[in-house]
């Protein structure tokens, strides 16, 4: 049965009861009309004594398939910056600047970045009107670190893995500060040496003051005023007296 279906359907093909067209073209009112390839648009459809009649698209349109379309597609446009320039037979490609995402698939429209230095935005899609969602998530793993001159993610120092002591643990954007482990004897003589300074200091402070204090008062003093005025020796008649002289 079915060999005698298909030697009938050859039959009618070969006589042409059936028309069959290739994938460029398409049947229509009994005749394989040609699509108009990319970049053009659909003037007249074939008939039985011509082929299909097809133009280029203006500007700022596009076809980017063989089409029996009778207009072209209009080019998008971008809002920020173009990745792709329209042509006759492919749109334009939009993206947006520095600082910027697409809002949505076509990307119409730019939407600014708010995530902080050490994250990046996740994209979720909206499905309603194919548009975008940002959220905000950490570019690094736990236990890393971001680091900006390198810009790659860094595994956060364990300083007790290294025999060291910590004195800042690390976050996000920074390294731990490790530092060598101090010992019994050298805590002592930490604390000896910090006593020894504190006394210098109160030393020093307690010699500044009263050195200060002297210092007040000799400002306070009146200079004596001392002449010089020379005096000549008188002689032993000069200096007599009357009394001595009788």
Same mark, same amino acid.
């Given at each position: 049965?079915?060999?005698?279906?298909?030697?009938?359907?050859?039959?009618?093909?070969?006589?042409?009861?059936?028309?069959?067209?290739?994938?460029?073209?398409?049947?229509?009112?009994?005749?394989?009309?040609?699509?108009?390839?990319?970049?053009?648009?659909?003037?007249?459809?074939?008939?039985?004594?011509?082929?299909?009649?097809?133009?280029?698209?203006?500007?700022?349109?596009?076809?980017?398939?063989?089409?029996?379309?009778?207009?072209?597609?209009?080019?998008?446009?971008?809002?920020?910056?173009?990745?792709?320039?329209?042509?006759?037979?492919?749109?334009?490609?939009?993206?947006?600047?520095?600082?910027?995402?697409? /809002?949505?698939? +076509?990307?119409?429209?730019?939407? $600014?970045? &708010?995530?902080?230095?050490?994250?990046?935005?996740? @994209? *979720?899609? =909206?499905?309603?009107?194919?548009?975008?969602?940002?959220?905000?998530?950490?570019?690094?793993?736990?236990?890393?670190?971001?680091?900006?001159?390198?810009?790659?993610?860094?595994?956060?120092?364990?300083?007790?893995?290294?025999?060291?002591?910590?004195?800042?643990?690390?976050?996000?954007?920074?390294?731990?500060?490790?530092?060598?482990?101090?010992?019994?004897?050298?805590?002592?003589?930490?604390?000896?040496?910090?006593?020894?300074?504190?006394?210098?200091?109160?030393?020093?402070?307690?010699? /500044?003051?009263? +050195?200060?204090?002297?210092?007040? $008062?000799? &400002?306070?003093?009146?200079?004596?005023?001392?002449? @010089? *005025?020379? =005096?000549?020796?008188?002689?032993?008649?000069?200096?007599?007296?009357?009394?001595?002289?009788?």
């Amino acid at each position: 049965m079915k060999a005698f279906f298909f030697q009938l359907l050859s039959v009618l093909t070969l006589t042409g009861l059936i028309l069959t067209c290739s994938e460029q073209q398409k049947e229509i009112n009994g005749h394989c009309c040609n699509r108009c390839p990319a970049g053009e648009y659909l003037v007249s459809v074939c008939s039985k004594t011509n082929q299909t009649i097809c133009n280029k698209c203006p500007s700022g349109t596009y076809s980017d398939s063989p089409t029996l379309f009778d207009r072209c597609e209009k080019c998008s446009s971008c809002e920020h910056e173009y990745g792709q320039k329209c042509t006759p037979t492919t749109n334009a490609i939009c993206s947006c600047g520095i600082g910027f995402l697409c /809002s949505d698939k +076509l990307c119409s429209s730019c939407e $600014k970045v &708010k995530c902080s230095r050490w994250e990046k935005p996740k @994209t *979720t899609d =909206v499905s309603t009107n194919d548009k975008f969602k940002y959220e905000c998530e950490p570019i690094c793993l736990d236990h890393q670190y971001y680091d900006e001159k390198k810009n790659i993610c860094m595994p956060i120092t364990q300083c007790s893995a290294h025999g060291l002591d910590e004195v800042f643990a690390g976050n996000k954007t920074h390294d731990a500060i490790c530092q060598s482990q101090v010992t019994d004897m050298q805590k002592i003589f930490m604390v000896v040496i910090a006593g020894f300074v504190l006394v210098l200091i109160t030393i020093i402070a307690v010699l /500044s003051y009263h +050195l200060a204090k002297c210092i007040k $008062k000799i &400002k306070h003093c009146k200079p004596l005023m001392v002449t @010089t *005025t020379e =005096v000549c020796p008188l002689s032993m008649e000069e200096t007599a007296t009357p009394e001595n002289k009788l």
